[in-house]
T-cell receptor, first 112, second 112 residues
Framework: SQQGEEDPQALSIQEGENATMNCSYKTSINNLQWYRQNSGRGLVHLIL?????REKHSGRLRVTLDTSKKSSSLLITASRAADTASYFC????????????FGEGTQLTVNP | DAGITQSPRHKVTETGTPVTLRCHQT?????MYWYRQDPGHGLRLIHY???????DKGEVSDGYSVSRSKTEDFLLTLESATSSQTSVYFCATRGIMNTEAFFGQGTRLTVV
């Protein structure tokens, strides 16, 4: 089974609202990353949070990490129609060296 | 953007035929990855490489083999294609472990 599981699978909101996506994982990690994928395209890196960090910000993105619960959340504030995409979390597992595994993703739709 | 080129971008092949997908990078990145993306499963790791001639299996490696004879190329081979291998295949690279990955544009493979 996959390392990461995302919740919800799909999320539909109005422009200007905040969007929150959650990721849970199974094993100890070195870091957790979030990626975005526009339909039919390759993934693009958004933000990385290390296992010793609890929160990180980048523009309208806020990521939290709770290693005790093995979970992370991605918050997009003041969403725009252009934020419509799939969002994936990915983890570098502590014991697996260079292996990078992804979750199943959340499909975000931002309605104008 | 990282210089990652996947070829071919689209391919239709018959069941039982061998297929090779190529990932070429111009970034001199050490680590390279092959993923498949299917609805409801997100990205699943097939194989990855941590150096020339150094490869390891991912979550869904059965039916796939890889080779990396030089830094810039990572080949994914389906020895005898099956309909269950119909998918979109993504290559990714990164220069340093535990950092962001860069993705190619994907190869859409249909096995009929």
């Amino acid at each position: 089974s996959q390392q990461g599981e995302e919740d919800p699978q799909a999320l539909s909101i109005q422009e200007g609202e905040n969007a929150t996506m959650n990721c849970s994982y199974k094993t100890s990690i070195n870091n957790l990353q979030w990626y975005r994928q526009n339909s039919g395209r390759g993934l693009v890196h958004l933000i990385l949070i290390r296992s010793n960090e609890r929160e990180k910000h980048s523009g309208r993105l806020r990521v939290t990490l709770d290693t005790s619960k093995k979970s992370s959340s991605l918050l997009i504030t003041a969403s725009r129609a252009a934020d419509t995409a799939s969002y994936f979390c990915a983890t570098d597992e502590e014991t697996s060296g260079s292996r990078l595994t992804f979750g199943e993703g959340t499909q975000l739709t931002v309605n104008p | 953007d990282a210089g990652i080129t996947q070829s071919p971008r689209h391919k239709v092949t018959e069941t039982g035929t061998p297929v090779t997908l190529r990932c070429h990078q111009t970034e001199n990145h050490r680590y390279m990855y092959w993923y498949r993306q299917d609805p409801g499963h997100g990205l699943r790791l097939i194989h990855y490489s941590y150096g020339v001639k150094d490869t390891d299996k991912g979550e869904v490696s059965d039916g796939y083999s890889v080779s990396r004879s030089k830094t810039e190329d990572f080949l994914l081979t389906l020895e005898s294609a099956t309909s269950s291998q119909t998918s979109v295949y993504f290559c990714a690279t990164r220069g340093i472990m535990n950092t962001e990955a860069f993705f190619g544009q994907g190869t859409r493979l249909t096995v009929v």
